[in-house]
């Protein structure tokens, strides 16, 4: 919408770029253009403001197809005014000039046609086709059949509209049919998670039997390596006590020869010392059978006098000196 100010019953309009204002005084065009900006008097003035930028028409509409199901088709049209003259001619864009506002409602002029001619093609190209052909490639059908139709509509042209593209959005059926449709798929994809689900227990059942059997084959291997060090610990125990018994053995004879060893040589020792003390028993006794009697006495008295407890002093009296004196076969000593 323009923007209109007052100024001493003066009016003063300013346009923006998109939009194409038309000014007739009197009848005359004074001013036509885009993005314009001028004075005038509101007595004498018709202005038209028609839009020249490009704008989005969103439209949505029922349709049925040739297997009687009802769909709902979202599109939306871009279009544009590229005739301003055309349009403003054909269409009431006719402006207050106090306000600027639009006294008709030309846009909503143009988005019911476009929105009945593109339902009417709509409609033309689903009720040959069946619901699931709508939905798998009803989009690009309908697309390209209203394009079409809407560059054939002469009454575009006429108007002074271009159509910039169209875009079907979607192509949906009733809920309860779209529920119902998505029912074999849904049943597929729980089968495939079901069958999912199998397989993976399975591949743990078998995970599992493997390991069971590993775990078994690992205890019998352990239980065979038992057996085996227990009879490894036999065989040495056997050899231990065998090489022990042998040790014992070779101990026992050498502690036997040795013993023998020992009892000769002591026989032999002792037969030498008693040996030599019978030779020096003889040789004593013929040592003292040669010796006199009175020598034989003197040494029995040493020997004897060894052999008395420590005497500090002896007194002998002459008579008792004398008679010992006798006794040894010697001669009187003078006192």
Do not use: C
Not at 37 to 45: D, G, I, K, M, P
Not at 233 to 253: M, Q
Not at 288 to 299: C, I, M, P, Q, S
């Amino acid at each position: 919408m323009a923007d209109i100010t007052r100024r001493f019953g003066w009016r003063h309009l300013r346009s923006a770029p998109t939009a194409h204002i038309r000014h007739h005084k009197r009848g005359r065009l004074a001013h036509d253009g885009a993005g314009l900006s001028f004075w005038y008097r509101s007595l004498s003035a018709a202005l038209s403001e028609v839009p020249v930028n490009d704008r989005e028409l969103a439209m949505a509409f029922h349709a049925r197809t040739s297997d009687f199901q009802d769909v709902t088709v979202q599109a939306t049209v871009t279009y544009r005014i590229s005739d301003p003259a055309e349009a403003a001619a054909r269409l009431d864009f006719s402006v207050d000039p106090d306000t600027g506002a639009w006294r008709g409602a030309p846009l909503e002029q143009i988005a019911t046609l476009l929105t009945e001619t593109a339902q009417q093609h709509t409609l033309d190209v689903l009720a040959r086709t069946p619901l699931a052909g709508a939905l798998v490639d009803g989009v690009a059908a309908v697309r390209e059949r209203v394009a079409a139709g809407l560059a054939a509509e002469p009454r575009l042209p006429a108007t002074g509209i271009d159509v910039v593209a169209v875009r079907v959005v979607a192509i949906r059926p009733e809920a309860e049919v779209e529920r119902a449709l998505r029912t074999p798929a849904r049943e597929q994809i729980q089968q495939e998670a079901d069958r999912a689900t199998y397989e993976r227990r399975a591949v743990a059942v078998e995970r599992e039997r493997t390991i069971a059997e590993n775990e078994l084959a690992s205890q019998i291997e352990l239980a065979r390596r038992e057996e085996q060090l227990v009879e490894q610990r036999g065989t040495n125990a056997r050899r231990e006590a065998e090489e022990s018994a042998a040790a014992d053995g070779v101990r026992a004879e050498a502690e036997a020869a040795r013993t023998v060893r020992l009892a000769g040589a002591e026989a032999e020792a002792a037969r030498q010392v008693g040996a030599a003390r019978a030779e020096a028993q003889a040789a004593w006794l013929r040592a003292h059978g040669e010796v006199e009697a009175g020598t034989l006495h003197a040494l029995a008295a040493t020997r004897l006098a060894e052999n008395l407890p420590h005497i500090d002093s002896l007194t002998l009296s002459p008579d008792v000196l004398t008679g010992l004196l006798s006794k040894l076969g010697r001669p009187e000593a003078g006192a």
